[in-house]
C-alpha cells in the first residue's frame, strides 16, 4: 500500500530517486530540468526549511511520486511545486492523493489558497501558439486541451483556471496558473 511521508533530507538514495523521478517525467516537456544535476538541485531547494516535500513510497520503499509546496504572502498562499507521479502509477489516484496531503498540511500551517503554476510549452492547449494579449479573458474562458495537458486534472480536484502568463515560456508558451480554496 502506498505512503506519503516527508523526503529525509538524510536518505540520500530517496533524495536521487526523486530527482530521478522528475528528470524522466519533465525531459521531454520542459527544459527546466535538462539533466540529473538540475533534477538534484530542484530536490534540494525543496528541503529547505519552510518547505514542504513530500514522497508517495510504494511497498519497496521507492519513489513512486513527489509534492511540494512554498509559502508566498506571509503563508496565507501556497504554491503547489513540483507534482510528478511516476507514469507507470498515473491514472490511479496519487496524484490526487498527494495534493490532498499537500492541502491538509497547509491548511493546517493557516492557508487560504494553494495555486500552482502548469506550462504550456508543447502547444497542448488553445492557450498557446497565439497572441493571449488581444483578449486574455476569452482565452481563458474558451481554454481547450488539445493534447493531454494536466490543466484539466487540477480541475477535476478543485483547481479553477485563475490567469494566465503570456509568453512566460517564450513567444506563445504560456504558464496557465491554477489556484484553489483551502480549508
Given amino acids: 500500500m502506498p505512503r506519503i511521508v516527508d523526503l529525509p533530507a538524510d536518505n540520500s538514495g530517496l533524495r536521487e530517486q526523486t530527482a530521478g523521478l522528475l528528470y524522466e517525467s519533465f525531459r521531454a516537456l520542459t527544459p527546466a530540468w535538462p539533466d540529473m544535476d538540475s533534477a538534484r538541485r530542484e530536490v534540494e531547494s525543496a528541503l529547505e526549511s519552510e518547505k514542504i516535500c513530500r514522497v508517495m513510497l510504494d511497498d519497496q520503499h521507492r519513489v513512486m511520486g513527489w509534492a511540494g509546496a512554498m509559502p508566498h ?11 510528478v507521479v511516476a507514469e507507470s502509477h498515473r491514472n490511479r489516484g496519487y496524484g490526487r492523493a498527494l ?3 499537500i ?5 493546517a500551517r493557516g492557508a487560504l489558497t494553494l495555486w ?8 497542448a492547449t488553445s492557450v498557446s501558439g497565439v497572441d493571449l494579449y488581444d483578449d486574455i479573458p476569452g482565452a481563458i474562458r474558451n481554454i481547450e486541451n488539445l493534447k493531454g495537458h494536466p490543466y484539466e486534472f487540477y480541475t477535476r480536484i478543485g483547481f479553477r483556471i485563475a490567469g494566465v502568463v503570456p509568453d512566460a ?3 506563445g508558451k504560456p504558464d496557465i496558473l491554477l489556484a484553489k480554496k483551502i480549508g
Fill in 73 to 83: 504572502y506571509d503563508g496565507n498562499v501556497w504554491e503547489l511545486h513540483p507534482l
Fill in 99 to 101: 495534493v490532498e496531503d
Fill in 169 to 171: 515560456n517564450g513567444r
Fill in 103 to 107: 492541502e491538509a498540511i497547509v491548511a
Fill in 116 to 123: 500552482l503554476g502548469s506550462d504550456d510549452e508543447t502547444y
